[in-house]
T-cell receptor
Framework: LAKTTQPISMDSYEGQEVNITCSHNNIATNDYITWYQQFPSQGPRFIIQGYKTKVTNEVASLFIPADRKSSTLSLPRVSLSDTAVYYCLVGGSNSGYALNFGKGTSLLVTP | EAGVAQSPRYKIIEKRQSVAFWCNPISGHATLYWYQQILGQGPKLLIQFQNNGVVDDSQLPKDRFSAERLKGVDSTLKIQPAKLEDSAVYLC??????????????FGEGSRLTVL
């Protein structure tokens, strides 16, 4: 399984753009990169998924360089409600679907 | 669309007692997962079902944990006997596609277990 490394925590002010980078040096050819968000006392919630280049949806963007050894989740203009833990997962058909979440990145947004 | 249902939401037991958690996935979701989340850590996969068959249970402590998914729909996770270190939130998730890497996981709210 591809191991992921993320910063333990990040702080931001409201209205700023937040970029969280995840390293996954041993990503396999068929692996996808998926990000989840978790609020206290709730299960994780899917944010975005990508394979290469850039993916954008209504809440975030995901940037994946050509070598795919890292990825960056970008949250535009964060608000207080974006305070949560963000997890980067890597998995696919060849590496199995034992989708273990790492320790994640705890994002704190303040006024 | 109804989400993943779990019960009970909270359970307090003494060590060496047994406990069972129930999960009803989203209708039509073939894949079901049980995760254990200890405070301050990310969720750890315990077992994964595809319909009613086990895909991966390599991280399930089989001496005390068991899980089943009869008829390929709802599932039960049991712990017997419980240890103090089993105190955690047990999360159930389901996904529509037995994934080629694109299967989004839908999580329930979890069952919080405290072992005294």
């Amino acid at each position: 399984l591809a191991k992921t490394t993320q910063p333990i925590s990040m702080d931001s002010y409201e209205g700023q753009e937040v970029n969280i980078t995840c390293s996954h040096n041993n990503i396999a050819t068929n692996d996808y990169i998926t990000w989840y968000q978790q609020f206290p006392s709730q299960g994780p919630r899917f944010i975005i998924q990508g394979y290469k280049t850039k993916v954008t949806n209504e809440v975030a963007s995901l940037f994946i360089p050509a070598d795919r050894k890292s990825s960056t989740l970008s949250l535009p203009r964060v608000s207080l409600s974006d305070t949560a833990v963000y997890y980067c997962l890597v998995g696919g058909s060849n590496s199995g679907y034992a989708l273990n979440f790492g320790k994640g990145t705890s994002l704190l947004v303040t006024p | 669309e109804a989400g993943v249902a779990q019960s009970p939401r909270y359970k307090i037991i003494e060590k060496r007692q047994s406990v069972a958690f129930w999960c009803n996935p989203i209708s039509g979701h073939a894949t079901l997962y049980w995760y254990q989340q200890i405070l301050g850590q990310g969720p750890k996969l315990l077992i994964q079902f595809q319909n009613n068959g086990v895909v991966d249970d390599s991280q399930l402590p089989k001496d005390r944990f068991s899980a089943e998914r009869l008829k390929g729909v709802d599932s039960t996770l049991k712990i017997q006997p419980a240890k103090l270190e089993d105190s955690a939130v047990y999360l159930c998730a389901s996904s529509l596609v037995f994934s080629k890497g694109t299967g989004e996981l839908f999580f329930g709210e979890g069952s919080r277990l405290t072992v005294l």
